[in-house]
């Protein structure tokens, strides 16, 4: 594989810094980045509880109850993650909050995962074929 110096050939975004862009040392890249990454917090409080893969991240559900939630995850994209809590203290094997995902997709095999403890949560990465628990 050839490398030709081309400046243009990568691009810095905002908060995105590509050192050195021509010259000597260049064909040796370091790509940095600054700020803080930010989470799409959302309190969900009505039954199902429908999880957007474009806004967001963190799922707090906060339905009054204590009633049985069902979550539903939208088809999985590589590298997707969502984290669903139970935000009141609700869950219990009697309500749980039992997320299930859309289509063909599953959780680690599974068809669905429960919380079903008190401020229980999960986190759910898809990894191009299921989604994942970590």
Do not use: H
Request: aromatic share 4%.
């Amino acid at each position: 594989m050839s490398y030709t110096n081309n400046p243009t050939s990568i691009l810095a975004g905002a908060g995105i810094t590509v050192t050195p862009t021509s010259g000597v040392g260049a064909e040796i890249i370091t790509i940095s980045s600054s700020g803080v990454p930010t989470l799409a917090v959302r309190i969900a409080v009505a039954t199902p509880v429908t999880v957007s893969a474009t806004t967001d991240d963190v799922i707090s559900v906060q339905v009054p109850g204590p009633v049985a939630v069902t979550a539903n995850l939208p088809l999985g994209t590589t590298g997707k993650t969502f984290t669903i809590k139970d935000g009141l203290g609700l869950a219990a094997p009697l309500t749980p909050i039992t997320i299930v995902p859309t289509g063909p997709n599953t959780i680690d095999g599974a068809v669905s995962a429960t919380i079903n403890a008190p401020f229980g949560s999960l986190t759910l990465v898809f990894d191009g074929g299921q989604w994942i628990l970590v």
